[in-house]
């Protein structure tokens, strides 16, 4: 399966990137890594370009929301992006907030899974199985 990734909007967290890329590889996934300081009209013109099956981006520094609220309406500007699994990760807010309201509402935006302060390997195996069940 094809995988875009990246960095969401002005973060800079290079590493961290680095090991969702290596990751993602490890387990067999193709990866296209749009690297750092990612708008989120070049992720979804690499979905496109690529026939990713997944978009998995990545925020660290907390200011993922707002740019993920218009996510949707993003979307729906693009074609045949209905099957394309939508992926949020890392610290997802700035200051602190509780998965239980964290999640609901990225999924409101336009997310099918979201792992705020979600360690990479235990968020890779959630994909897999959200994969494997969507897939049967």
Same mark, same amino acid.
């Given at each position: 399966? $094809?995988v875009?990734?990246g960095?969401? !909007?002005?973060?800079?967290? @290079?590493?961290? *990137?680095?090991?969702?890329?290596?990751s993602?590889?490890?387990?067999? &996934?193709?990866?296209?890594?749009?690297?750092? =300081?990612?708008?989120l009209?070049?992720? &979804?013109?690499a979905?496109?370009?690529?026939?990713?099956?997944?978009?998995?981006?990545?925020?660290? =520094? !907390?200011?993922?929301e !707002?740019?993920?609220?218009?996510? $949707? /309406?993003l979307k729906?500007k693009?074609k045949?992006?209905? *099957?394309?699994?939508?992926? /949020?990760?890392?610290?997802?807010?700035?200051g602190?907030?509780?998965?239980?309201?964290?999640?609901?509402k990225?999924? =409101?935006?336009g &997310?099918d899974? @979201? &792992?705020?302060q979600?360690d990479?390997?235990?968020?890779?195996d959630?994909?897999?199985?959200f994969?494997?069940e969507? =897939?049967?």
């Amino acid at each position: 399966m $094809k995988v875009v990734t990246g960095v969401v !909007g002005n973060d800079i967290h @290079v590493v961290a *990137n680095r090991l969702i890329e290596l990751s993602l590889h490890a387990r067999g &996934f193709e990866v296209f890594n749009l690297g750092v =300081n990612t708008y989120l009209e070049e992720f &979804f013109d690499a979905v496109v370009e690529t026939d990713a099956d997944i978009l998995l981006i990545s925020s660290l =520094n !907390g200011e993922a929301e !707002g740019w993920s609220r218009e996510i $949707k /309406i993003l979307k729906s500007k693009y074609k045949n992006l209905d *099957n394309l699994v939508m992926v /949020i990760g890392g610290n997802l807010v700035v200051g602190t907030a509780s998965p239980e309201t964290i999640v609901p509402k990225y999924k =409101n935006y336009g &997310f099918d899974l @979201v &792992f705020h302060q979600v360690d990479l390997n235990t968020g890779l195996d959630t994909l897999e199985e959200f994969l494997k069940e969507r =897939n049967k």
